[in-house]
């Protein structure tokens, strides 16, 4: 089965940028519709992101759309996502998963930003 591992993570100032990574082990990675969620402290996990099998369409939850870039490279079995102009609101842990949710989740990654 496929697992995850979420790095990039960090703290930065209110209108900086990071770069997330979401590693696949397993050889299916590229069967998958893949998603970035984000959970933040004493909230439920919500959706940031999606991307088809081959990256040809992408879509963003409103509260990220235009500032993050989801993208995936299917020869290395990995996901990004591209942060930029970030806040203080999108402080959360990040994760990534299928669309439909359906691996075991990851640790997640840490994103801070500070205002």
């Known amino acids: 089965q496929v697992q995850l591992v979420e790095s990039g993570g960090g703290l930065v100032q209110t209108g900086g940028s990071l770069r997330l990574s979401c590693a696949a082990s397993?050889?299916?990675?590229?069967?998958?519709?893949m998603g970035w969620f984000r959970q933040a402290p004493g909230k439920e996990r919500e959706f940031v992101a999606r991307?088809?099998?081959?990256?040809?369409?992408?879509y963003y939850a409103d509260s990220v759309k235009g500032r993050f870039t989801i993208s995936r490279d299917n020869a290395k079995n990995t996901l990004y996502l591209q942060m930029n102009s970030l806040r203080p609101e999108d402080t959360a842990v990040y994760y990534c998963?299928?669309?439909?949710?359906?691996?075991?989740w990851g640790q997640g990654t840490q994103v801070t930003v500070s205002s």
């Open positions: 397993g050889p299916t990675f590229s069967s998958y519709f």
């Open positions: 998963n299928t669309h439909s949710q359906t691996l075991p």
């Open positions: 991307i088809t099998w081959t990256g040809g369409r992408t």
